[in-house]
């Protein structure tokens, strides 16, 4: 076994240092065999395994090995012929980043877990893999987990070293009146909230390099690598794509004229379907359809994953109710389900509750529907049915 690899390892392990421990890290099973950890670029899955790794092992223990198939060493050498190495050799656990670099990675894991009965592998990949759709060889053998970006409550926490915890839905809409009792105190989330909707969501907004060049970086990146490395697009297309991505950002959230769409980047309607459909999977853009419909239908409204993304497109035109609702849906798509038919001005969220995002401060002319839960942005506090924005942020 290559001394080398242990050599990276153990100075990555001591040199790791999670500003924030994410939740993910209690919500995974960490005794399956095969574990998959899926998420955007740039949200820190390298160092979630690393941080497993220095949690559960420590820098030096040689049963645990993190390496990363961007390595050309594995040009020429699978998966499954390495790990049968590191477990002669007593390794139980290994960690492989960016898994899809390896041409035939899903067969190769499959092997492995065939053959090392005793080997656990945590492996990361791109959100735009469908593991179980694309690889059936996988099925019912990997358990799969999403890493997301920073939620606003985990921004808050490594901003003011409080320890906040997230809150269920239901827990909110019922007692937030209460919950903000136990914040305010401690912190006025209104002093982040701008601050996070502009660079929160991404944790490398923490390295000391202009935010916005690093995140237009990473979007190019995710339309080049992510979207036609996995999709095996011919590179032809990238132009078409990335494109299309542009005029989806500067039109704003609104239903996509695919028409239009079509004609402005010279292809099919099918083909320009088929590209949201992509863009999203990357978690460059937000899908909303009304209850009952899917993709391949057209959505009734397309918008930016998140708010950070907005303000990286130049020119910035930013419509401050469009930031808030990029953060409601973006803040709700963890664990709940966002509808919205074209003609309403709010959400359905879960198939039964009714949201409708509006500035707090123009809010009080408008008169109230019980049945309808007002997020309203511009405040701290909430009454009854009217409850703040940000706390939704709280959520995980």
Partial sequence: ??????????????????????????????????????????????TFLLQYAKEHFGPTDRKCLYVNMNN??????????????????????????????????????????????????????????????????????????????????EFINLQTGNNFQP?????????????????????????????????GFYPF???????????????????????????????????KIKRLFYQLAVEGAKAPNVSQLADSINTSRATVMNYIKYLADARLINMIYPEGQDFPKKPTKVMMHNSNLMYAIYPIQIDKQEVMETFFVNSLWKDHVVHQAGKDHYYTVD???????????????????????YARYNTEVGKDNKIPLWLLGFLY
């Fill in 1 to 46: 076994m290559e001394e080398a690899f242990f050599r990276t390892h153990t100075y990555l392990v001591e040199h790791t240092n999670a500003p924030v421990r994410r939740t993910l890290m209690d919500e995974i099973d960490w005794s399956d065999r095969m574990i998959g950890i899926k998420g955007t670029r740039g949200v820190g899955k390298s």
């Fill in 72 to 153: 050309f060493y594995f040009q020429s050498r699978g998966i499954a012929d390495f790990a049968g190495d590191f477990v002669k050799q007593g390794g139980r656990t290994l960690l492989i980043d960016q898994v899809f670099k390896q041409p035939d990675w899903s067969k190769e894991l499959r092997k492995c877990y065939d053959l090392y009965p005793e080997l656990k592998i945590v492996f990361t990949g791109s959100s735009v893999m469908r593991l179980k759709e694309e690889n059936p060889e996988l099925n019912g053998v990997v358990k799969s987990y999403n890493l997301r970006g920073f939620s606003f409550r």
């Fill in 167 to 199: 809150y269920e839905l239901d827990d909110i809409l019922r007692n937030h009146e209460h919950i903000i009792k136990q914040i305010l105190p401690k912190v006025s989330p209104m002093k982040y909230f701008q601050d996070y909707l502009h660079h």
């Fill in 205 to 239: 907004f923490l390295e000391h390099r202009n935010f916005t060049e690093n995140l237009l970086k990473t979007m190019n990146m995710m339309t080049e690598v992510d979207i036609l490395l996995i999709k095996q697009i011919e590179l032809k297309y990238l132009t």
């Fill in 351 to 373: 198939g039964e509750k009714r949201f409708r995002i509006c500035d707090a401060q123009s809010s009080n002319k408008m008169r109230n529907n019980p049945d309808i839960i």
